[in-house]
T-cell receptor
Framework: EPEVTQTPSHQVTQMGQEVILHCVPI?????FYWYRQILGQKVEFLVS????????KSEIFDDQFSVERPDGSNFTLKIRSTKLEDSAMYFC????????????FGPGTRLTVL | GQQVMQIPQYQHVQEGEDFTTYCNSS?????IQWYKQRPGGHPVFLIQ?????EVKKQKRLTFQFGEAKKNSSLHITATQTTDVGTYFC??????????FGPGTRLSVLP
């Protein structure tokens, strides 16, 4: 069964450093998402991406965040200058072409900012 | 902005008891999805409800979408230890992204 993959599974970084989180969505999907989940809390929407551009973003997704789809398979989230409060689990998700398809989540990347 | 609330926050049940979690949105939804997240895992899609008053069943799970399309519920009959996890609703108000509720964490005591 196709699945969303994410690397690395765990990233530890120093405050102020840049990190890039990697995702490979399901191959025929058209909508891509990043979410974050602070430990024990709810899943928070960060950004959605469709047709090679951001379609929606939340207040969390400020100028320190950016997304790219550099080729036909990868979908990356970059945090330019990490802060302690960026420590969280980051989930990538994708869904197919129909507007109401289910989202498939990846296993997540746990980001720890020291 | 749109807010999605869920109650209860936590629920502890004995195995075999029933469980219900309720989801309420501050705005009318085009559809609602339910996800389950096992401890240490990622959200896994359970179901999507689209129509006003819709009821769907998956084995011991029953999902309802309110008539006004602002609330939803998930009911589990005769819980099992495999039902342990956090259940999230996620509402879409005609945009392209979903707003997740805070989740209900279910513990099942054997």
């Amino acid at each position: 069964e196709p699945e969303v993959t994410q690397t690395p599974s765990h990233q530890v970084t120093q405050m102020g450093q840049e990190v890039i989180l990697h995702c490979v969505p399901i191959s025929n999907h058209l909508y891509f998402y990043w979410y974050r989940q602070i430990l024990g809390q709810k899943v928070e929407f960060l950004v959605s991406f469709y047709n090679n551009e951001i379609s929606e973003k939340s207040e969390i997704f400020d100028d320190q965040f950016s997304v790219e789809r550099p080729d036909g398979s990868n979908f990356t989230l970059k945090i330019r200058s990490t802060k302690l409060e960026d420590s969280a689990m980051y989930f990538c998700a994708s869904k197919g072409g129909r507007a109401w398809n289910e989202q498939f989540f990846g296993p997540g990347t746990r980001l720890t900012v020291l | 902005g749109q807010q999605v609330m869920q109650i209860p926050q936590y629920q502890h049940v004995q195995e075999g008891e029933d469980f219900t979690t309720y989801c309420n949105s501050s705005t009318t939804l085009s559809n609602i999805q339910w996800y389950k997240q096992r401890p240490g895992g990622h959200p896994v899609f359970l179901i999507q409800l689209v129509k006003s008053g819709e009821v769907k069943k998956q084995k011991r799970l029953t999902f309802q979408f309110g008539e006004a399309k602002k609330n939803s519920s998930l009911h589990i009959t005769a819980t099992q230890t495999t039902d342990v996890g956090t259940y999230f609703c996620a509402g879409d108000n005609y945009g392209q992204n979903f707003v997740f509720g805070p989740g209900t964490r279910l513990s099942v005591l054997p």
